[in-house]
């Protein structure tokens, strides 16, 4: 499967179905517990927002996720997960057959995450940023007790602004380096993505949390880019100055999310690297998957407590995660 096009720098699809879930059902589609499904798969950034998100609101119930295998291919992602390989509220093998059903012929990206609408099999969104925005907005009759404001009024101006050069720059910066087809688009998005890096290091130094001082949206967003770096992105996708445990503040800052409860209990590191090095086959065509890094360092203590904050506000952590969302032993650091 082809991602690099020799000569070019890489361009996002950014095609998105953006139907929206909204609690008045505006766009036809209301906020109800259990209508929708959330389709993800833990080896996708965008998709681990979503994860990540739903969990630190409480969601669960709500608005149930089905959880497709790390790899795909031309057609789909794959609900090879399951047994007899086809989601088990769906009925189909392939996020594929969602689409379909929603626009005959669809032509853009089949993408994780996708929200479908379980009585008629359609996908009602997946566009991924306003996903969890609304997550925190919309589907408020259904967060947890202590849920906290992942997106609050006062801040949201900062928070849009710091989203929007984190993703040209890191979320995306590191696919603009990883499938860049010449020297010349490579180097602009290497130096564009530790550029911001070394800004976003700056700026978390005497803060613990990117805007304000709780979790927020923001923090959300760049966490899924860091915890892949090591694994995929230094290496497959060449983004290769420094590893993230190379830059004190960022990995630190990285360690510290892990470490709270809705982020690093989400992370499937054996996902991620089978679906990089496996799927990106014109960058890794032997289809060897590394056996590092070693994942105990994600445990150690970092010690941003010291800077204050408090991760929930006047919220609460989440409960444990479900025996039936636990990611697997081996795909994630060993507990000591």
């Known amino acids: 499967m082809s991602y690099v096009s020799a000569g070019k720098g890489y361009s996002r699809d950014s095609r998105y179905l953006t139907t929206r879930i909204t609690a008045d059902g505006r766009d036809g589609f209301p906020v109800e517990a259990g209508r929708y499904r959330l389709v993800v798969s833990r080896a996708c950034p965008w998709a681990g927002r979503a994860v990540i998100v739903r969990r630190l609101l409480g969601l669960e119930r709500a608005l149930p ?145 990117l805007v304000g001082d709780t979790v927020t949206e923001a923090d959300v967003r760049l966490f899924t880019t860091l915890v892949r770096f090591d694994a995929v992105y230094h290496g497959h996708f060449k983004c290769n100055r420094q590893k993230l445990s190379e830059m004190p503040v960022l990995w630190a800052y990285a360690r510290d999310l892990f470490q709270t409860p809705g982020f690093g209990d989400t992370v499937d590191f054996e996902h991620i690297k089978r679906h990089y090095y496996l799927v990106h086959d014109d960058i890794n065509p032997t289809g060897i998957v590394p056996a590092g890094p070693d994942l105990s360092g994600w445990l150690e203590p970092h010690g941003r407590e010291a800077l204050g904050g408090r991760p929930f506000g006047d919220g609460t952590p989440p409960g444990p995660v479900s025996q039936a969302e636990t990611v697997p032993p081996g795909h994630t650091p060993p507990t000591r």
């Open 65 to 209: 996720m089905a959880v497709a295998g790390p790899t795909h291919d031309e057609r789909s992602w794959r609900f090879d997960l399951d047994p007899q390989g086809r989601d088990p509220v769906l009925g189909i093998e392939r996020l594929q057959e969602a689409y379909f059903a929603r626009e005959p012929g669809y032509d853009r990206g089949i993408t994780v995450p996708a929200i479908v609408d379980v009585p008629t099999g359609k996908v009602v969104t997946n566009d991924f940023p306003q996903m969890t925005i609304d997550m925190s907005l919309e589907w408020t009759a259904h967060h947890r007790d202590g849920a906290p404001a992942l997106y609050p009024p006062a801040l949201r101006s900062e928070i849009d602004a710091v989203d929007e050069v984190v993703y040209k720059d890191v979320n995306n910066g590191v696919y603009r380096a990883g499938f860049a087809g010449s020297q010349e688009a490579y180097g602009e998005a290497y130096g564009r993505l530790f550029a911001r890096l070394d800004w976003l290091s700056e700026r978390l130094e005497r803060s613990r949390y």
